[in-house]
């Protein structure tokens, strides 16, 4: 997981696009409780998005 | 320079290996897993494209895969984040599958490849944008030394749109048009709203347009859609609820088109073929408008196509007919499978510097770069499975298997090596007499197991399709389609006229009326003698028993069902379904003479696409 972070932080260097550190802790957050509270993560039928 | 390129995890996984800039093979995971579209990690295509170059793991200097997971992730963080607090359901979807799997691909990528050899891959991986993999697989690939290339797809990374420029062994991306505005996310909108399958029904779409109007023109382009001159667009998102929710179109759009999204299992009506017709019809009008701007705007003779809009070979033909550019080349793996050939190509002359060699008539060797098996090997699968089977030299074959169409019987041809990409090519392929008009209704009830829109893809003689359609260049790859000449139409009476819906495509159009639609075209494969030259040997002795140098060529498989790949699977296809004769090879088998006992019930092993 910090491995992903600090690789993120970098992206978010090179895109200028501090801004979405928040998001990404947050989503993190959220991501992780919808994790536990799910058993398995399905894709919905519009794959293409995802 | 070795390079293995990948495209896995979303849909169609496939791997390719490009060494010193040539192309030496490319194959499709699902081909070997039997799984429609498998997303997982292409193992067994890797396996297959090392073995067809010769390498073990260890000798690959690079690994290209063929989009940016973090820019992917960067998107549906800010879409989510604009559409909030809408969308938090789909949002909840898509988090786990991200957090879980998707923003660790490097790692998963380094771990599976690991498995195959100690090394270190994280220094070896490379990663390519979505659209420039699409653009570089067309470019790249294609026999010109400079061109503008046009990519169009539903979404990669943040693009849906590009236009790039190749010279040599340069690429450059010029312009981008960006998610959530999409021409291949509109026209699947309305693949959804028709009720076929997002990402696999949009073809049925495309063979359903000839049958209506496009009366609902006005109305996509008044409210959907706003086009400019130049064919750059924006969509009314509106209109649309892939970015917030779990469906293509909202509330909004059932109301423009007067009711709700058709149920899969629902009849089809007139107003779903006049939508159909009326996509489509906007479609064209985009590329072509597109087409043509770049055109002017670089002063570009020769055109690139690729991306899955590239595979709607109506637009295509209509580009070429509409002459803003001399040549056009089209990749023929124009889908997500070829952005694993795209990415490698990308690495090999962009990354790594290797010199490009223009090739003619291209590079992608009639896009037969999947496995072959030789003589030896077939008739030990084929005596291991228990067929029954008469090998014979290569004039008994192609001269009994000519007799064998002639005589209207459906053929199952299995030769060389697999095809890359969507469409068989005469390699894995089911052939019937074009000139039949039952051949239509046969190949799709009793071998298919579906009903068709589409009429079958003529295979005709390179040096004969003049004769037979007017089409003044090449189509090796099924992607042009062009009408049939006038002087072989057959004029259809008030009654015939009068039919509605696929008992249209019953009533014979031409003289090769297996594979003439109801607006009498034809999606159009020419055969060249150096290319394919088996099946150039099989049609010019069709053509010196019967006159006519057209076959109707379908894939070798059923509805719902990978195209075969082994010979294996083309016995059981062969055994599952009402196939008169199989050719794998120079052996040829007769349904009458195989063992009942190994029939099969084929017809609902697969899910229905």
Same mark, same amino acid.
């Given at each position: 997981?910090?491995?992903?972070?600090?690789?993120?932080?970098?992206?978010?260097?090179?895109?200028?696009?501090?801004?979405?550190?928040?998001?990404?802790?947050?989503?993190?957050?959220?991501?992780?409780?919808?994790?536990?509270?799910?058993?398995?993560?399905?894709?919905?039928?519009?794959?293409?998005?995802? | 320079?070795?390079?293995?390129?990948?495209?896995?995890?979303y849909h169609d996984s496939a791997a390719a290996l490009v060494v010193n800039g040539e192309i030496i093979a490319a194959a499709q995971e699902e081909r070997f897993t039997r799984k429609k579209?498998?997303?997982?990690?292409?193992?067994?295509?890797?396996?297959?494209?090392?073995?067809?170059?010769?390498?073990?793991?260890? $000798?690959?200097?690079?690994?290209?895969?063929?989009?940016?997971?973090?820019?992917?992730?960067?998107? %549906?963080?800010?879409?989510?984040?604009?559409?909030?607090?809408?969308?938090?359901?789909s949002f909840a979807m898509a988090l786990p599958l991200w957090m879980r799997e998707k923003l660790y691909q490097k790692d998963l990528l380094s771990t599976e490849l690991n498995a195959l050899?100690?090394?270190?891959?994280?220094?070896?991986?490379?990663?390519? *944008?979505?659209?420039?993999?699409?653009?570089?697989?067309?470019?790249?690939?294609?026999?010109?030394?400079?061109?503008?290339?046009?990519?169009?797809?539903?979404?990669?990374?943040?693009?849906?749109?590009?236009?790039?420029?190749?010279?040599? /062994?340069? %690429?450059?991306?010029?312009?981008?048009?960006?998610?959530?505005?999409?021409?291949?996310?509109?026209?699947?909108?309305?693949?959804?709203?028709?009720?076929?399958?997002?990402?696999?029904?949009?073809?049925?779409?495309?063979?359903?347009?000839?049958?209506?109007?496009?009366?609902?023109?006005?109305?996509?382009? *008044?409210?959907?859609?706003?086009?400019?001159? $130049?064919?750059?667009?924006?969509?009314?998102?509106?209109?649309?609820?892939?970015?917030?929710?779990?469906?293509?179109?909202?509330?909004?759009? $059932?109301?423009?088109?007067?009711?709700?999204?058709?149920?899969?299992?629902?009849?089809?009506?007139?107003?779903?073929?006049?939508?159909?017709?009326?996509?489509?019809?906007?479609?064209?009008?985009?590329?072509?408008?597109?087409?043509?701007?770049?055109?002017?705007?670089?002063?570009?003779?020769?055109?690139?196509?690729?991306?899955?809009?590239?595979?709607?070979?109506?637009?295509?033909?209509?580009?070429?007919?509409?002459g803003c550019f001399d040549k056009i080349w089209i990749q023929p793996a124009s889908g997500d499978a070829g952005g694993a050939l795209g990415a490698a190509l990308a690495a090999s002359f962009?990354?790594?510097?290797?010199?490009?060699?223009?090739?003619?008539?291209?590079?992608?060797?009639?896009?037969?770069?999947?496995?072959?098996?030789?003589?030896?090997?077939?008739?030990?699968?084929?005596?291991?499975?228990?067929?029954?089977?008469?090998?014979?030299?290569?004039?008994?074959?192609?001269?009994?298997?000519?007799?064998?169409?002639?005589?209207?019987?459906?053929?199952?041809?299995?030769?060389?090596?697999?095809?890359?990409?969507?469409?068989? =090519?005469?390699?894995?392929?089911?052939?019937?007499?074009?000139?039949?008009?039952?051949?239509?209704?046969?190949? /799709?009830?009793?071998?298919?197991?579906?009903?068709?829109?589409?009429?079958?893809?003529?295979?005709? =003689?390179?040096?004969?399709?003049?004769?037979?359609?007017?089409? /003044?260049?090449?189509?090796?790859?099924?992607?042009?389609?062009?009408?049939?000449?006038?002087?072989?139409?057959?004029?259809?009476?008030?009654?015939?006229?009068?039919?509605?819906?696929?008992?249209?495509?019953?009533?014979?159009?031409?003289?090769?009326?297996?594979?003439?639609?109801?607006?009498?075209?034809?999606?159009?494969?020419?055969?060249?003698? $150096?290319?394919?030259?088996?099946?150039?040997?099989?049609?010019?002795?069709?053509?010196?028993?019967?006159?006519?140098?057209? =076959?109707? /060529?379908?894939?070798?498989?059923?509805?719902? #069902?990978?195209?075969?790949?082994?010979?294996?699977?083309?016995?059981?296809?062969?055994?599952?379904?009402?196939?008169?004769? %199989?050719?794998?090879?120079?052996?040829?088998?007769?349904?009458?003479?195989?063992?009942?006992?190994?029939?099969?019930?084929?017809?609902?092993?697969? #899910?229905?696409?």
């Open positions: 997981m910090f491995k992903i972070l600090g690789e993120f932080l970098v992206f978010m260097k090179v895109r200028k696009k501090y801004w979405l550190f928040p998001i990404m802790i947050v989503t993190a957050l959220l991501g992780g409780l919808i994790l536990l509270t799910k058993g398995s993560a399905v894709a919905p039928f519009i794959y293409t998005l995802f | 320079m070795k390079v293995l390129g990948l495209s896995a995890f579209h498998d997303a997982g990690y292409p193992r067994h295509a890797i396996d297959y494209v090392l073995s067809a170059g010769g390498l073990t793991p260890s $000798d690959i200097d690079y690994v290209a895969f063929y989009e940016k997971p973090f820019l992917k992730f960067e998107r %549906l963080l800010e879409t989510y984040v604009s559409m909030a607090p809408r969308g938090f359901k050899v100690k090394a270190d891959w994280n220094a070896k991986l490379v990663f390519s *944008e979505h659209h420039l993999s699409h653009a570089a697989s067309a470019f790249f690939a294609s026999p010109f030394q400079d061109a503008a290339v046009l990519t169009m797809d539903g979404v990669g990374e943040w693009a849906t749109t590009s236009l790039a420029i190749g010279h040599g /062994n340069a %690429l450059t991306i010029e312009r981008e048009i960006h998610f959530p505005h999409s021409l291949g996310l509109l026209y699947s909108a309305f693949t959804y709203y028709t009720g076929f399958r997002v990402n696999s029904g949009e073809y049925k779409l495309m063979g359903l347009a000839p049958y209506g109007e496009p009366k609902y023109v006005s109305q996509i382009l *008044e409210n959907l859609i706003d086009v400019k001159p $130049d064919g750059s667009f924006r969509l009314d998102m509106k209109y649309f609820d892939y970015c917030a929710g779990l469906t293509m179109t909202s509330q909004r759009f $059932d109301h423009i088109f007067g009711g709700p999204a058709r149920n899969p299992e629902d009849p089809l009506t007139q107003r779903h073929m006049d939508l159909a017709a009326s996509v489509q019809f906007v479609l064209e009008d985009v590329v072509l408008r597109l087409a043509r701007s770049i055109a002017s705007q670089t002063g570009m003779r020769n055109l690139c196509l690729a991306g899955g809009v590239a595979l709607n070979c109506v637009a295509n033909g209509k580009v070429l007919r509409d962009m990354h790594l510097g290797v010199p490009r060699k223009v090739v003619s008539p291209d590079s992608m060797h009639g896009s037969y770069l999947g496995p072959s098996y030789a003589d030896d090997e077939i008739e030990t699968t084929l005596h291991r499975v228990g067929a029954r089977f008469v090998k014979m030299t290569d004039a008994e074959m192609f001269a009994k298997t000519a007799d064998c169409l002639a005589a209207g019987l459906a053929i199952g041809w299995f030769q060389g090596r697999m095809e890359f990409g969507p469409r068989a =090519l005469g390699n894995r392929s089911i052939l019937g007499d074009a000139r039949s008009p039952a051949m239509q209704k046969i190949l /799709n009830l009793k071998i298919k197991y579906r009903e068709s829109f589409r009429p079958f893809a003529p295979a005709v =003689l390179a040096e004969d399709a003049a004769d037979y359609f007017d089409l /003044n260049v090449e189509s090796p790859y099924m992607l042009l389609v062009a009408p049939v000449r006038q002087e072989r139409r057959r004029p259809v009476s008030a009654e015939e006229a009068a039919l509605f819906g696929i008992e249209k495509l019953n009533v014979p159009r031409s003289d090769i009326p297996a594979v003439t639609h109801v607006d009498y075209s034809a999606r159009v494969q020419t055969v060249r003698q $150096d290319t394919n030259p088996k099946l150039h040997a099989l049609l010019s002795m069709f053509k010196e028993r019967t006159g006519c140098s057209v =076959l109707a /060529n379908t894939s070798f498989n059923v509805r719902g #069902e990978p195209i075969v790949c082994t010979p294996e699977d083309a016995f059981r296809c062969f055994m599952g379904t009402d196939l008169d004769i %199989l050719v794998v090879g120079n052996c040829v088998l007769r349904k009458e003479d195989q063992d009942s006992a190994l029939a099969i019930n084929y017809k609902n092993q697969f #899910e229905l696409d």
